[in-house]
């Protein structure tokens, strides 16, 4: 096995038994992406120098037995996050010369236990996509067959943790993003509850449903990455106060006595035959580990899909009003008004999926519409919250399908938004409601692989991380690597 | 719900996005019937249930009266696609030209 198939917890042991170095993991990590990239494209960026430089100073603190649990460990970041002095575009025209002048938090903390940053991930063009094929510089390719999507928008950030390019990513999901990409890539996606991880220099798409999290070949992994990047941020004002727990503690091969909800409305018509079988198998691999699997309904989850195409393009609308070709970013020259100044920095600065939600959401916002579509949602948003909170009186914990189908042929849905928005219905709750859900392998489909999606209250990391890991102690799904 | 392309002028009018003749076009098409799945929320009734924004309560972050070191102004710069000594440079947006 090459080194890149590795996971962290493998790697980090053979660092500090001095078996390898920060520099030799390093080095293998760019040979490989050397080698696959151009296949593979999940980069926007690759910062060779920036890692080697960053790999010395591991391996100073490594010689010491200073390192920490990411110590020399190569990481991608979603080039949506903020990083001071390497380009952070979007994957937009807009911002392709842009060049933070400070560190996301998530960086800042993530620097503190010294990773080594080789590159910046590639995405749907402001996270707006399921995909990645809507970033203004090339499609991403699913690893494991490349005619495929990696899913989006954290398409760089899965196909490059797939195909051994990093050891994890940081991605963001407002309606799925982390864990949509994870399942068609085939690894392990987490997205916690809203506010415990900081969104401070996270570029925003949609603040009320946006949150960064790690992108990882297994469970223990996740729980690690979510050690570095959670906790209390002042520079956020939705970030949740207080001390977050030691999420590798978590870790527990037990689920006995669990009650896990299989909410029949995310198993209905539109989802594939394979990935339903595989959810239930997956369920009962819990179920004879002692959990207790039953039945339920959220008959308000038809109605998510829509809440979320009024709420994040409202959002985005407003938040997408800054880029006006003034202070940073893309700005139309030869203008002779100011008026004609913005309309042509943003209509060749953003592509035509950014262009039709903020379309969409000026629409929902306009007075006249406000209490028909914006206002509605917010209600039903309540609803949808309050369903599943219901749910957690009786569950610990719900299962679901990640995606309601394996990764669909580049090209097959790009032109129409309809079918592409559907990739996301079972992801989208989460986002609604804030709570956490991870998707983590449990299959495959003529050769592609299948996520399960596990589903909590708030601040319930650490039981499904407990009941992700049980799940990973007795199937090997996570350990199969793509031939690439 | 068809939205007519006068509809679709006013929206990019507001938003400030150009758009070719192709792009209205294709947009009225796509809008109109993306505003048609969202009809689906007409059937619950809203009219006891309250709206949420976040699911946690925002309150403002207040942090100390003290001064902090402010970015450097060339940092702030540094980005600027028009700039002229220590500013922003920009259209006029009163009055002539």
């Known amino acids: 096995m090459e080194v890149t198939e590795l996971t962290i917890h493998e790697v980090a042991r053979l660092l500090n038994q001095k078996k390898t170095s920060a520099t030799e993991i390093t080095e293998a990590t760019l040979a490989r992406i050397r080698e696959v990239e151009p296949k593979v494209q999940a980069f926007v960026t690759v910062t060779e120098g920036h890692a080697r430089q960053a790999a010395l100073k591991a391996d100073s603190l490594l010689q010491k037995e200073l390192g920490l649990p990411l ?102 999901d ?129 109605y998510a899909l829509a809440v979320y195409y009024i709420l994040a393009p409202s959002e985005c609308s407003a938040n997408l009003a800054r880029y006006d070709g003034v202070k940073y970013g893309f700005s139309y020259p030869g203008a002779s008004s100011i008026w004609e100044a913005l309309e042509k920095t943003r209509q060749y600065g953003f592509g035509p999926e950014v262009k039709r939600r903020i379309m969409l959401g000026t629409y929902s916002l306009c007075s006249g519409y406000y209490d028909a579509y914006y206002l509605k949602a917010l209600k039903v948003r309540t609803m949808i919250r309050n369903e599943l909170q219901r749910a957690f009186d009786h569950f610990d914990a719900l299962i679901t399908p990640t995606s309601p189908t394996i990764a669909f042929p580049i090209g097959e849905r790009v032109t129409d938004p309809i079918a592409m928005y559907q990739s996301d219905i079972c992801t989208i709750p989460a986002n609604i409601a804030g709570i956490p859900g991870i998707s983590i392998p449990c299959g495959f489909s003529n050769g592609m692989p299948i996520g399960m999606q596990i589903m909590g209250k708030h601040l319930s990391e650490e039981m499904i991380l407990r009941i992700a890991y049980s799940y990973q102690q007795t199937t090997d799904w996570h350990s199969q690597r793509p031939n690439l | 719900m068809e939205l007519s392309r006068e509809e679709i002028e006013h929206i990019a009018t507001l938003c400030r996005i150009g758009l070719t003749e192709e792009d209205t076009e294709r947009l009225q098409g796509q809008l109109s019937q993306i505003l048609e799945q969202f009809s689906i929320l007409n059937g619950l009734d809203t009219s006891e249930v309250s709206a949420t924004g976040h699911w946690i309560n925002v309150t403002s972050v207040m942090r100390s009266d003290s001064t902090e070191p402010p970015f450097p102004t060339e940092e702030i710069l540094s980005n600027a696609p028009q700039r002229t000594d220590n500013f922003f440079r920009v259209f006029n947006v009163l009055g002539e030209p």
């Open chain 1, 71 to 172: 110590t020399g460990i190569p990481v991608q970041i979603k080039d949506l996050i903020c990083t001071k002095g390497i380009p952070t575009t979007c994957a937009s025209r807009m911002l392709k010369d842009f060049i933070p002048i400070y560190n996301a938090t998530v960086m800042e903390r993530l620097n503190e236990v010294t990773p080594v940053l080789v590159g910046k991930g590639n995405m749907d063009e402001f996270a707006m996509g399921s995909s990645t094929e809507n970033s203004a510089f090339h499609p991403t390719k699913n690893p494991w067959n490349l005619d495929f999507v990696p899913g989006g928008s954290s398409g760089g950030g899965a196909a490059s943790v797939a195909a051994g390019e990093c050891f994890f990513a940081l991605g963001s």
């Open chain 1, 174 to 302: 407002t309606g799925g993003s982390i864990r949509q990409p994870a399942a068609l890539c085939g690894i392990t996606g987490f997205k916690p509850t809203y506010g415990l991880v900081s969104r401070y220099g996270l570029i925003a798409f949609a603040s009320s449903l946006d949150q960064i999290g790690p992108l990882t070949k297994d469970v223990e992994d996740s729980a690690i990455v979510l050690n570095a990047i959670a906790g209390y941020d002042p520079r956020d004002s939705t970030s949740i106060p207080g001390k977050r727990p030691d999420y590798t503690k978590a870790l527990q091969n037990d689920v006995r006595g669990l009650r896990l909800g299989l909410p029949r409305e995310y198993f209905g018509d539109g989802v594939h035959q394979d990935v339903r079988n595989a959810v239930m198998s997956a369920a009962s691999i819990l179920e004879a580990h002692g959990a207790i699997i039953e039945e339920c309904s959220l008959p308000l989850t038809p």
